[in-house]
C-alpha cells in the first residue's frame, strides 16, 4: 500500500469505490497493551447484560418499555431529569478524556475497535492466514481453496455475530425476556426473533465488512472531534524533524547543495506504518481525522527503528505543541467544572426522589356520576386513576386512604385492591372512586380540595406521601 494523497481518503478510490483495506499484523509493546485491554473489555461488554446489582439487570437500556438501569439504579420515562444528569455526566466525561489523551477512547477501548480486533481479525486470519495471505486471497479469481477458506471464515463470522447480537439485544430488552425467548419457539416472539436476525445482519455487517468506514464516516464522536482537540491534546504523532528528509525524498547524491548531516532523515520509506494501519492513512502527512490511535503504526515503526538501529519513537504519543500532558487546562478545568454540576444535580435529584413514583390523574369520561349508597341515598362519585411504580429494591404493600377529617364529612373512598401488593420494580394503574355527599357541594364553586394519603405498610421504607386531588360536583345556584 502505497502513501496517498492526505487530503483524499485513503479506504476510497477516485471513482467513489471502496478499497478493502487489509492491515498487516503488527507486534510489539502497544499491540501487547491493547490485546490484554481489549480481552478484558470484550469480557465485560458480553457479560454486563447478563449481570445484576441490587436484584437489576446492571445495565438495561429499553427504549420500548422506557425502562433504564444504570448499575443499581433504575429509572423509568419520568426519570429524564436523572437521564439527562447521566447522560450529560458520560458525555463530558469523554470530551474531558478527549481533551488530554485524545482518542484514547477509540484505538482502546470503543466496542467497534474491540470486537474487530479480538474476534474478527483473528478469524480472518485462523481461516486465512496472515495479510499477504490474506490479500492474495482476495485478489485470487475463484477456486476450491478460497471457496473452503472464505466459507469457513463467513461461517464464523455469522457465527459470533448472532452470539454477540444476543448479548447486545440483552442490553435493550433484557436478560431475563431474552432467555425466556430463546427457550420458547420463535413464533411465539416473532417480532423479537426479527429484531435478533436484523441485530445479527447489523452486526455482521459492521464488523465484518463495514468495518473502518464506520469510524471514518459515520461515528458523530470522531466527527467532533477536533473540536476537542488543542494544541496540548495526546495523540499519535510522527516526528517530522527527526524523519525528514526520509529514504528516497532526498539523497546525497542527488542533492550535493544540502549540507551531509541534514540530508537523510530516520524515515527508511518503508511504508510499514501504512501497512498496519487499519484505516489507511499515512501518519507522517501529520494528524488526520481518520487516525482513531491505535498505536499500530506506533509499533510498527519502532520494530524498523530496532532493525536499521536508531532509537524507537519516530512515531510516538505526543502533543502538537511538544508539551507534556496537563490536566490542568482551562479547556479541561471547564470540562471538569461542568461534570462537577452535573453530578451535584444528579446526587441532589437522587436524594430528593421518593422510593415509590405515584401519578393520579382524574378518570376518563364524566367529570362526576350519582350513585345510591345502599340506605338508598344519592352520592357524588369522582373516579380517579392512581399510577404507582415501586422504584425501591423491596415488595410493598400500599394502601390508600383518605385523611381522617374527609371521613368525618362523610367521604367515603372505594378501591378494589386495598392495600395491593406490588413488587419491586413493577408499576400499577390503580383505579379508585371517592363518594362524597351532595350537600357538601352547597356554598362551593363545584369543586372540593381534598387530598389522599398513600402509605406502604410491609417495606421498611416507611413511605407515606399525600396527593392533592378536586373532587367535582354540581355548582351550587
Ligand atoms: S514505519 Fe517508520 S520508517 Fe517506515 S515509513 Fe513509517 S515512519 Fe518511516
Ligand atoms: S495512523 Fe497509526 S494510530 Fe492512527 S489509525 Fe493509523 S495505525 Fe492507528
Not at 481479525?121 to 473452503?148: A, C, H, M, P, V
Not at 464464523?156 to 427457550?183: C, D, N, R, V
Not at 471538569?336 to 422510593?355: K, N, Q, W, Y
Not at 406502604?456 to 407515606?464: A, E, P, V
Request: a positive charge; glycine letters at 6%; one cysteine or more.
Amino acid at each position: 500500500m502505497n502513501a496517498k494523497d492526505p487530503s483524499k481518503l485513503t479506504s476510497v478510490d477516485e471513482h467513489g469505490d471502496r478499497l478493502r483495506i487489509i492491515p498487516a499484523e503488527v507486534r510489539g509493546f502497544f499491540r501487547r497493551q491493547r490485546t490484554w485491554t481489549q480481552l478484558i473489555l470484550l469480557v465485560i461488554f458480553l457479560i454486563l447484560p447478563w449481570t445484576t446489582i441490587n436484584g437489576r439487570q446492571t445495565i438495561l437500556l429499553n427504549v420500548p418499555d422506557r425502562e433504564f438501569a444504570l448499575f443499581g439504579a433504575f429509572f423509568k420515562a419520568y426519570d429524564v431529569p436523572l437521564l439527562f444528569f447521566i447522560l450529560g455526566i458520560l458525555t463530558l466525561g469523554l470530551a474531558f478524556v478527549t481533551s488530554i489523551w485524545g482518542r484514547v477512547w477509540c484505538g482502546w477501548a470503543c466496542p467497534q475497535t474491540v470486537f474487530i480486533d479480538t474476534v474478527f481479525r483473528r478469524i480472518e486470519q485462523w481461516t486465512e492466514g496472515n495479510y499477504i495471505q490474506r490479500r492474495r486471497l482476495r485478489d485470487s479469481s475463484f477456486s476450491l481453496e478460497k471457496f473452503r477458506k472464505s466459507g469457513a471464515k463467513w461461517f464464523l463470522f455469522i457465527l459470533f455475530s448472532s452470539l454477540f447480537a444476543h448479548s447486545f439485544m440483552a442490553y435493550f430488552i433484557g436478560a431475563k425476556e431474552l432467555i425466556t425467548m430463546m427457550q420458547n419457539p420463535p413464533d411465539n416472539n416473532l417480532t423479537y426473533f426479527i429484531l435478533v436476525v436484523i441485530f445479527t445482519a447489523v452486526v455482521l455487517f459492521d464488523f465484518a465488512i463495514f468495518r473502518e468506514q464506520f469510524c471514518v464516516i459515520m461515528c458523530p464522536y470522531g466527527r467532533i472531534q477536533s473540536l476537542l482537540f488543542d494544541q496540548k491534546t495526546l495523540a499519535v504523532m510522527y516526528d517530522n524533524k527527526r524523519g525528514e528528509p526520509r529514504r528516497g525524498v532526498l539523497t546525497p547524491e542527488l542533492s550535493p547543495e544540502i549540507p551531509a548531516t541534514q540530508k537523510q532523515g530516520d524515515c527508511v520509506s518503508c511504508n510499514r506504518c501504512v501497512q498496519v494501519c487499519p484505516t489507511g492513512i499515512d501518519i507522517r502527512n501529520g494528524l488526520q481525522m481518520e487516525c482513531i490511535a491505535c498505536t499500530a503504526c506506533i509499533d510498527a515503526c519502532d520494530e524498523i527503528m530496532e532493525k536499521v538501529k536508531k532509537p524507537k519513537g519516530l512515531i510516538r504519543y505526543g502533543t502538537l505543541d511538544g508539551s507534556k500532558i496537563s490536566l490542568l487546562r482551562p479547556r479541561s478545568l471547564l470540562y471538569l467544572l461542568l461534570i462537577l454540576l452535573l453530578v451535584s444535580g444528579l446526587t441532589f435529584t437522587l436524594a430528593t426522589r421518593e422510593p415509590i413514583h405515584i401519578a393520579v390523574l382524574r378518570g376518563m369520561g364524566l367529570p362526576y356520576s350519582y350513585v345510591k349508597d345502599p340506605t338508598g341515598q344519592e352520592l357524588i362519585q369522582n373516579q380517579f386513576r392512581l399510577h404507582i411504580h415501586n422504584q425501591s429494591s423491596a415488595l410493598g404493600r400500599f394502601k390508600i386512604s383518605l385523611p381522617a377529617e374527609f371521613l368525618d364529612q362523610g367521604m367515603e373512598l372505594i378501591a378494589g385492591e386495598n392495600p395491593l401488593t406490588l413488587p419491586s420494580d413493577k408499576d400499577h394503574e390503580w383505579y379508585f372512586f371517592i363518594r362524597i355527599k351532595p350537600e357538601l357541594f352547597k356554598n362551593k364553586s363545584g369543586a372540593i380540595k381534598s387530598k389522599i394519603y398513600v402509605e406502604d405498610t410491609l417495606s421498611g421504607t416507611q413511605f407515606k406521601t399525600e396527593r392533592e386531588l378536586y373532587l367535582l360536583g354540581p355548582k351550587s345556584e
